[in-house]
Nanobody, 122 residues
């Protein structure tokens, strides 16, 4: 059974930082390619960031470019999303996702975590 488990969400003031973690487990699951999505209240889930080729290729949504950084500890099969200069509009449930074993199609991962809430107050 493949599992992705997020942690690190919480409440932070605008301008602050948070680091989300995504721990992968199950079989010999490598996670890659993998990434993050988010869903704000009343909105559709949207792409945030992804990493492919063991992190050599990264992609970011325009809304987070320059503020968020995706990274991974390959030895621990754990991914991270460092979020800096947070804005109230970043408030959402953040989901870890993986395209492991599948052709990378940005909006169609094969595996999802359960999500972690990030709330940014103004």
């Amino acid at each position: 059974q493949v599992q992705l488990v997020e942690s690190g969400g919480g409440l932070v003031q605008a301008g602050g930082s948070l680091r989300l973690s995504c721990a992968a487990s199950g079989r010999t699951f490598s996670m890659d390619p993998w990434g993050w999505f988010r869903q704000a209240p009343g909105k559709e889930r949207e792409f945030v960031a992804s990493a492919r080729s063991r992190g050599i290729i990264t992609d970011y949504a325009d809304a987070v470019k320059g503020r968020f950084t995706i990274s991974k500890d390959n030895a621990k099969n754990t991914g991270f999303l460092q979020m800096n200069s947070l804005k109230p509009e970043d408030t959402a449930v953040y989901y870890c996702a993986s395209w492991s074993g599948r052709t990378y199609d940005k909006n169609s991962p094969g595996y999802w975590g359960q999500g972690t809430q990030v709330t940014v107050s103004s």
